[in-house]
Each structure stands twice: as structure tokens, then as C-alpha cells.
């Protein structure tokens, strides 16, 4: 089974780009970020037609997450139970749960779809936020690895947090900005301290998985590693190949982000057809 992460930067926006690279790259299942749409916006029928379901969380034209697979989904969930809020608080007094996780079980694997917020400055109330965000996260997991240790767990996406120095190009450039703080390195490290694993990053593979549009950052090469699949014991096992699609950030219209793309030893019905790696 191969399955895949990609913050697409507009769902509508992209469609061609995304569907064109289902196919062609033979994914069975794609974590996406940043749909930026309501489910009536979605645009459905791209997928359909290609053969995939579409399962999102999708509130307003900010954030969202989706899953597009071509085999069943199954225990659709719509955020974690810990998941924090932000933002001005609602008539009831609550706080407004943004659209950033979605999980679904297909063939047996637990996944998530995952949008970290960006945490903006460190002076930003988007920070403590984001930090919040991540430790409820951390823990969650820890307590769905704990329950079920058996099945395979992966959290995929955007964590808007480059954990070493050298993902970023130039790291005296981020003196005193997010995403290279103690704080939201320190958080990170808390997914692997209990027990995750970066899919990419323990089988030596390295690269950026964004680049901003401003500056010519993609042809000067001034990256940021940022967008991960972490996987539980189970999940990890099973990861026979794993690699960063950096031509996507290519051509006409890309997002700013990349897809990152990990094989599964899980057989399915679509692997007639899969071609063999070299």
C-alpha cells in the first residue's frame, strides 16, 4: 500500500495537479492539508472519476484536511479528543475547534491527516497554541499506541516545525521566529521520546519539503523541512520504501509544499499493477 502526505495549498486551486499525481504515481491513499474549502467546495468529481473516496473536515476557506483513497475508509474521525481551540470564544462560551485533524482505518492502518498550526511569532497567542496543539497531540498518541499496539499508527502532514538545523537553509535566518524554537523543538522530539518514528529520517532520507514563494526560495534551493510521517512500532515495520517528491514543487501553478510518499508492506487489490523499484 502507498500511501502519501501532501499540503496542497488549495484544493481547488490544485486539483489538476493533485489527481494527475495520484495516478501517475500509483497512491493508494493521500493525506491532504490546507484544502482551504467547505465539503460542498470540494471538488468531488476530479476524484471520483479517477477512483477515489473523499473523506474532509473542512470549515471555512482557513486550513482543512482530507483523505482521498481508493480503498475503503473506514472509523472516520473528525479531531482528537483533546484537540485545543483558538480564537474568539463562541455564544456558548467555547472555543472554536479549527479544522486541522481527520483520521481514517484503511487496511488496518490508523492515520491521520494532520495540519499543526504555524504558531506566527513568539510573541503571537498562536504560539502557546500551537504548543498546546502538539503536547494534546503527543499524548493522544501515546495513550492509541498504549491501547493498541498492534495496529499501525502514522500522524502525516504539515507540523510546521523543522526539528534540526540543518532543515532549514540558512538557520541564523530564523534567529528569534517560530518553527526552530527550543519550545516546538522540544515538542517535536516528545512524539519520538514516546515512541514514534520519523518514516524518512530513520532510513537516512533528507530533503526539503518546502519552499516559500517569495524570493525565489525553490531555485536557490532555500527550503524547510517541515511536513513528516510519524509512525508508531507497528507502522514502522511495515515501511519498505519512503522518499520526498521534490518535482512536484516544480511546473506550473505547484504548491508550496511537497508530497512525501512512504510504500507499506500491505498487499491490496491495486498492486497487480504497481511498478517494480529498481
Keep these: 500500500m502507498r500511501i502519501a502526505t501532501w499540503n496542497v495549498n488549495s484544493i481547488r486551486t490544485r486539483v489538476g495537479r493533485v489527481v494527475d499525481w495520484l495516478l501517475r504515481e500509483d497512491i493508494d491513499v493521500l493525506a491532504m492539508q490546507e484544502i482551504k474549502c467547505k465539503p460542498e467546495q470540494f471538488p468531488m468529481d476530479a476524484f471520483t472519476e479517477a477512483g477515489y473516496e473523499v473523506e474532509l473536515h473542512g470549515l471555512n476557506q482557513w486550513n482543512g484536511v482530507a483523505f482521498a483513497s ?17 480564537g474568539k470564544p463562541l455564544d456558548d462560551g467555547t472555543v472554536p475547534i479549527e479544522a486541522r485533524a481527520i483520521g481514517v482505518t484503511v487496511e488496518g492502518a490508523r492515520l491521520w491527516s494532520l495540519y499543526v498550526p504555524n504558531g506566527r511569532e513568539l510573541d503571537n497567542p498562536h504560539y502557546p497554541y500551537k504548543l498546546e496543539w502538539l503536547a494534546n497531540l503527543k499524548t493522544q498518541a501515546a495513550q492509541w499506541m498504549s491501547e493498541n499496539p498492534e495496529q499501525p499508527l502514522a500522524l502525516m502532514g ?41 518514516a524518512l529520517r530513520s532510513r537516512n532520507i533528507e530533503g526539503y519539503t518546502y519552499w516559500d514563494y517569495q524570493r525565489l526560495r525553490f531555485p536557490r534551493n532555500e527550503g524547510m523541512r517541515i511536513d513528516f510521517v510519524m509512525g508508531s512500532p507497528a507502522f514502522d515495520e511495515l515501511v519498505t520504501e519512503a522518499s520526498i517528491d521534490r518535482e512536484e514543487r516544480k511546473g506550473d501553478g505547484p504548491s508550496d509544499h511537497v508530497p512525501v510518499v512512504v510504500d507499506l508492506a500491505i498487499d491490496t487489490e491495486n498492486d497487480d499493477d504497481r511498478p517494480m523499484f529498481l
Excluded: C, Y
Design 70 to 86: 481508493r480503498l475503503p475508509m473506514d472509523d472516520v474521525t473528525v479531531g482528537f479528543d483533546t484537540q485545543p481551540g483558538f
Design 158 to 198: 504539515d507540523f510546521n516545525i523543522a526539528p534540526f538545523d540543518h532543515d532549514v537553509w540558512d538557520i541564523a535566518a530564523f534567529e528569534g521566529k517560530t518553527h526552530v524554537s527550543d519550545a516546538e523543538r522540544a515538542a517535536f522530539r516528545a512524539f519520538e521520546e514516546a515512541g514514534m518514528i520519523d
